[in-house]
């Protein structure tokens, strides 16, 4: 019923968060004038930008396939679960258990693939 909604919370964190380390990267990098030599690696942002894709694009595939078997809806209180209390407790409880379960893959996936990407970058310098 409304489980996208802690993927929701979850992306905006993250975008927020995401949004201040490149605004650190570049001013980092401005300071040292991008005339460094930079070591191969995977930039923090990026990987969080990864994440935000990730998070981003399960809440709107969600919400389309709530929004298509009619449990959102364009009006308040948008969410038609929380027309009366028992449907609101099922929704909170979805919401607690499939919500949370989804969000922690996401998470698991993501630091997968944060790790994938920094082996496949240390790789050829581990055979130089």
């Given at each position: ?13 993250a ?6 380390e ?12 991008f005339s460094?030599v ?7 942002s ?5 994440y935000t894709?990730l998070?981003?694009g399960?809440?709107i595939?969600?919400a389309f ?6 449990e ?5 209180p948008?969410l038609?679960?929380m027309?009366?209390?028992e449907?609101?407790s099922?929704m909170f409880?979805e919401?607690?258990?499939?919500g ?6 996401i998470?698991?996936?993501w630091?997968g693939?944060c790790?994938?990407a920094?082996a496949i970058?240390r790789?050829?310098a581990?055979?130089?």
């Amino acid at each position: 019923m409304a489980c996208f909604v802690v993927s929701a919370a979850g992306a905006a964190v993250a975008t927020a968060v995401e949004k201040a380390e490149e605004k650190k990267e570049l001013a980092a990098a401005a300071e040292k004038g991008f005339s460094s030599v930079h070591e191969a690696s995977v930039p923090l942002s990026r990987k969080l930008k990864w994440y935000t894709y990730l998070l981003w694009g399960g809440v709107i595939l969600l919400a389309f396939e709530h929004i298509w078997h009619g449990e959102v809806v364009p009006w308040f209180p948008f969410l038609t679960a929380m027309g009366s209390a028992e449907e609101a407790s099922v929704m909170f409880h979805e919401m607690a258990t499939v919500g949370v379960a989804m969000f922690a893959l996401i998470t698991i996936v993501w630091l997968g693939m944060c790790f994938a990407a920094d082996a496949i970058l240390r790789r050829p310098a581990a055979r130089a």
